[in-house]
C-alpha cells in the first residue's frame, strides 16, 4: 500500500520571484539530462523549479536518473515526484546543479541562505562539474558585497569558534534564528550556523575556516569547477 502524500505535496514553493526566467533556466538545465545520469540535486527555488522541468522529462522520455539530494527538502520533493534518489555513499555524480548568493568574477561563491551548504558542498566537491544557477542580481565585484558567510559549527562550540575567526578578520558574527521556533536554526547535522561578515575574502579564507575545530563546513566556495548560468 502506498501513502497518501498530501503532506509532503503543501511543501511547495510558493511567491517565486523571476519564476518565468527561472523556470526557462530550468528547461535548459532539463534539456541536459540524459538517461541512466546520476545528477546533484541543488536546494532553492530554482532548483526546485529545475527538477519539476526533470521531473517532466523523466516522463515524457521514459527516462531513468537517479538523484544525490541535499537536503531533506529535496528529497522529500523527489520522493513526491518519484525520482529515485541515493547517496554519497553508493553513487558518484556525473554533473549537478544549484544556486548561489553571490558570485564574483573568479566564480568563487557564498552559498549557505538555506542552511544546506555542507551537503552542497559534498555534491559539488563530488561532481565534475556543476551549473550554478543564478540571475543578474546575485554576480557581484566583491564577495561579500550583499551576505554573509553561513558558517556550520558544533554547537558547544560557538564561543571558540567566534575567538578564531576573530582572529582570521571577522567584523560580524551572529547565530541564525530560527523562523517557526524558538533559538537558532538546527541544520539537518544537528550543528548551528553563524552568519559572519569579513571585510576581505582572500583565497585561503574558506581553508582558514574549516581549519578551525568545531566547524562543519562554511558557505564561502572557492576553487571549484563552476559553470555559471545566468538568467
Not at 540524459?34 to 522520455?61: C, P, Q, R
Not at 553513487?91 to 561563491?109: C, Q, R, T
Not at 551572529?174 to 569579513?198: C, H, M, Q, W, Y
Amino acid at each position: 500500500m502506498n501513502w497518501n502524500k498530501e503532506i509532503i505535496s503543501k511543501m511547495e514553493f510558493n511567491n517565486i520571484l523571476n519564476r518565468e526566467d527561472k523556470e526557462k533556466i530550468a528547461k535548459k538545465l532539463a534539456d541536459k539530462v540524459k538517461n541512466e545520469d546520476v545528477i546533484g540535486f541543488g536546494s532553492g527555488s530554482t532548483s526546485y523549479l529545475t527538477i519539476l522541468a526533470i521531473s517532466e522529462k523523466i516522463k515524457k522520455e521514459n527516462i531513468k536518473i537517479t538523484a544525490i539530494p541535499t537536503s531533506y527538502e529535496i528529497e522529500l520533493l523527489c520522493n513526491y515526484l518519484e525520482i529515485p534518489t541515493t547517496t554519497l555513499l553508493n553513487k558518484k555524480p556525473d554533473w549537478s546543479f544549484d544556486g548561489a548568493d553571490e558570485v564574483n568574477e573568479d566564480n568563487w561563491l557564498i552559498k549557505g541562505r538555506g542552511g544546506a551548504m555542507f551537503r552542497e558542498k559534498l555534491n559539488i566537491a563530488n561532481s565534475p562539474i556543476t551549473y550554478i544557477l543564478v540571475d543578474k542580481s546575485k554576480l557581484v565585484s566583491k564577495l561579500g558585497t550583499n551576505f554573509a558567510i553561513p558558517i556550520e559549527c558544533y554547537p558547544y562550540s560557538i564561543n571558540y569558534v567566534k575567538e578564531k575567526l576573530i582572529l582570521l578578520g571577522a567584523t560580524e558574527i551572529t547565530i541564525r534564528k530560527a523562523i517557526s521556533k524558538d533559538g537558532p536554526i538546527i541544520t539537518e547535522s544537528g550543528n548551528f550556523i553563524l552568519d559572519v561578515k569579513f571585510n576581505e575574502i582572500t583565497n585561503n579564507l574558506e581553508k582558514d575556516i574549516k581549519s578551525i575545530t568545531g566547524v562543519l563546513e562554511s558557505g564561502l566556495f572557492i576553487g571549484y569547477n563552476f559553470e555559471i548560468v545566468t538568467y
